[in-house]
């Protein structure tokens, strides 16, 4: 994982559900690159394509709801995103996404699809329109996951 | 301090001494994948390099089987060669299977004090038989095919109470929408909901399994039903192995009480397109294009039973596709026992194989644009059963036949 991200951002809403991420009928493949093709396509159907590889998602409350599938994560991964901030997060969404090396940031942010964000890992600091916020650290456990790239390296690495 | 039953179970299966908030690596008892998560857990698994933990594997095809089309029969494919190739003899294909957790219901999987991993989130379901199960990914349920084990963190509880007599038409889903209606759809995220009271008590198993089907939709991490006799005659049928019941101490620590009286509990519906978004049916007159009996929430055989109750002798409205699909092969052959295939074939419906199908949208019941569906599933969000511009309504089985008959949400007593 990279200790620092710069990008831009694009703003979802609360309880944005993984079958709005990527609808069940598309579940035929796990290949990352034509998942994303349809990432939010019944909300959003032209959003998929303006985003740019290095993006960060910015979203409302309990991001990633509903199913277990890990194709939402790898959905948002096949778009080239480097991190996703949510007020909060679904249970399995986060996991998945911890388990695949994607990182993911609890905070409340306001800003507009376009806007400019920093994210420094290191010292847990986003800066945005100006404006500076802090974040809650992983707890070690988790940091050791994502620090592996993912649960299959960390269960390597950690001789499970 | 005395424990939840959820932190009793991941503290034996960690061999420590857990709490809520805890980090723990747990021996999982079971794994089960279906066709959709388990192409990319064979992956996973086969990226660790070891060799696999047979008994804890199951393998349940379900979604989009028997296949819609040549990319899910590849995904089918390759979970059915993993399980072939590699001895794995807890698979369970078409015809013998189901969907995922009325299967590992039913084949004795789910038992107290059990933990079970289930790549799919209406894993939660086994909660009604005691069992903690938890609803994973992909990647982390092919870890544990090669370890046998999984990272969790250990969950608050809260409580639900729920006492008092459940009033008439009130089934399980009702309570489940009702509680629904109180949390809101992400107010028990990583929790653990721990039902209990004289109305929970009353209930027969199945309905029970609805109550925790649902518990997915408020975000929960698992659920939790205390054993009891209903369990125990449940179980006796079918549980393989021996299991050890558990149950929440006196004294344990909850994150927060619900205490419901059975008495405002109401037959309900969800309308789009959130399951939380609860109105009392009688609220609720709309027209419909389908209706959907079916699925891991209400698809078995006492739901067929209520569906086919209404049924009998009466015709399905013309402007309706009634679709009934039973969640279980085994369920399948009761109803046809029992003739109630034939009730429900006479009366206009469709009766169909058991898949997942029609509830995310597969296929075997897609939704065109506009149309609107009545449905015993326990999902309605935006496009989840087809067109985004559809619409789908959820409620329990037996208003879905009324509806059905009338051809707009209706309630059995108008029949």
Same mark, same amino acid.
């Given at each position: ?5 710069t ?5 979802l ?50 991001f ?24 909060s ?13 994607m ?48 649960l ?5 690495e950690?001789?499970? | ?20 908030g ?68 807890n ?5 013998n ?15 107290p ?12 379901t086994?909660? +009604?038989? !005691? /069992?903690?199960? &938890?609803?994973?990914?992909? %990647?982390? #349920? ?5 370890t @046998? ?31 629904l ?14 039902f209990?009271?004289? +109305?929970? !008590? /009353?209930?027969? &198993?199945?309905?029970?399994? %609805?109550? #925790?089907n649902?518990?997915?939709e408020? @975000? ?9 006799d ?10 393989r ?28 519906? +969800? ?11 009688s ?15 209400n ?5 067929i ?9 009466r ?52 939704l ?48």
């Open positions: 994982m990279n200790d620092r991200i990008g831009n951002v694009w703003v809403g609360d309880d944005i559900d993984t079958d709005q991420i990527i609808p069940a009928r598309y579940l035929v493949t796990s290949d990352e690159k034509e998942l994303a093709k349809h990432f939010m396509e019944y909300t959003d159907p032209e959003l998929a394509g303006k985003i740019k590889p290095g993006d960060v998602i910015i979203a409302g409350k309990n990633g709801s509903g199913s277990s599938r890990e194709h939402a994560v790898l959905t948002i991964k096949g778009l080239g995103i480097s991190c996703v901030i949510a007020e997060f679904a249970r399995i969404f986060f996991r998945n996404a911890i388990n695949l090396g990182p993911l940031i609890e905070a409340k942010i306001n800003a507009n699809s376009g806007d400019k964000i920093s994210i420094d890992f290191n010292d847990s600091v986003i800066l945005i329109n100006n404006k500076k916020y802090t974040f809650k650290k992983y707890p070690d456990f988790l940091k050791n996951i994502i620090n592996a790239g993912g299959i390296n960390y269960v390597r950690y001789k499970w | 301090m005395g424990k939840t039953a959820v932190e009793k179970v991941f503290s034996k299966k960690s061999h420590t001494d857990s709490y809520a805890d980090y723990v690596v747990a021996d999982v008892d079971y794994v089960m994948v279906n066709d959709i998560t388990g192409p990319i857990a064979v992956d996973a698994f086969n990226s660790i390099g070891n060799a696999p933990v047979r008994d804890k594997i199951v393998i349940i095809p379900d979604h989009f089987v028997p296949p819609k089309d040549i990319k899910s029969a590849i995904q089918y494919r390759k979970v059915k060669d993993f399980a072939l190739n590699n001895g794995i003899e698979f369970f294909d078409i015809g299977g189901g969907v995922c957790h009325q299967v590992m219901m039913e084949k004795g999987f789910a038992a004090g059990r933990l079970i991993a289930g790549a799919d989130s209406h894993t939660n086994y909660g +009604a038989l !005691s /069992s903690i199960s &938890v609803g994973i990914g992909s %990647t982390e #349920a092919g870890v544990i095919f090669a @046998g084990k999984m990272w969790f963190k250990v969950p608050e509880t809260i409580k639900i109470n729920i006492n008092g007599k459940l009033k008439k038409g009130v089934e399980g889903k009702d309570v489940a929408l009702k509680v209606s109180i949390t809101g759809h992400d107010g028990a995220t990583y929790k653990c909901m721990e209990s009271g004289t +109305a929970i !008590s /009353s209930l027969p &198993v199945n309905e029970r399994m %609805t109550i #925790a649902m518990t997915t408020a @975000g929960a991490k698992c659920s939790f039903f205390d054993t009891d209903k369990t125990i005659e449940y179980l006796n049928k079918r549980v192995g021996d299991y050890e019941i558990v149950k929440s101490d006196a004294d344990a620590h909850y994150e927060s009480i619900i205490n419901i009286d059975a008495d405002d509990i109401e037959p309900s519906v +969800a309308v789009p397109n959130s399951p939380a978004n609860v109105k009392p049916l609220e609720v007159r709309v027209e419909i294009d389908q209706a959907y009996i079916g699925s891991c929430t698809g078995r055989i006492e739901d039973r209520k569906a086919a109750e209404i049924l009998k002798g015709k399905i409205n013309k402007r309706v596709r009634l679709m009934v699909v039973p969640a279980s092969q085994e369920v399948y052959n009761q109803a046809l026992r029992e003739g109630l295939i034939d009730i429900i074939v006479n009366a206009g419906g469709y009766f169909s194989g058991t898949t997942c199908g029609a509830c995310l949208g597969g296929y075997m019941g897609v065109g644009p506009g149309e609107v569906c009545i449905s015993s599933t326990n999902r309605n969000f935006i496009g989840r059963m087809g067109d985004k511009t559809s619409k789908v309504y959820l409620a329990n089985p037996s208003v879905v036949a009324a509806s059905a008959i009338l051809g707009r949400i209706a309630s059995p007593e108008e029949i």
